[in-house]
Nanobody, 117 residues
Framework: QVLLAESGGGLVQAGGSLRLSCAAS????????MSWYRQAPGKQRHLVAQ???????TYNDSVKGRFIISRDIAENTVFLQMNNLRPEDTAVYYC???????????WGQGTQVTVSS
């Protein structure tokens, strides 16, 4: 069993910054991909950014140049630095991890990010 602990959401004005964290703990011998998804009210959940075991990362076009995903391998923690936030970034942000040679995957409980105009 793997547990994910998210933190860092909140309310910020447009143009501001927030940093999300997601720490994975439990039966982990490899973290294959660590990702952030978001879901706005009335919309589907979609991928924001992901980082793979080799260190490569990908971003949704809507956040390129503003968000940075990174990780602490030793602590099994993934971060999402969100800069120049816009009202359209308002959503619940979910951490997602695939572990142990993709044999299992887990979702975090979600953290609310609200950007006021």
């Amino acid at each position: 069993q793997v547990l994910l602990a998210e933190s860092g959401g909140g309310l910020v004005q447009a143009g501001g910054s927030l940093r999300l964290s997601c720490a994975a703990s439990g039966n982990i011998f490899s973290t294959d991909v660590m990702s952030w998804y978001r879901q706005a009210p009335g919309k589907q959940r979609h991928l924001v950014a992901q980082i793979f075991a080799a260190g490569t990362s990908t971003y949704n076009d809507s956040v390129k140049g503003r968000f940075i995903i990174s990780r602490d391998i030793a602590e099994n923690t993934v971060f999402l630095q969100m800069n120049n936030l816009r009202p359209e970034d308002t959503a619940v942000y979910y951490c997602y991890v695939a572990v142990n040679d993709y044999s299992a995957h887990y979702w975090g409980q979600g953290t609310q990010v609200t950007v006021s105009s």
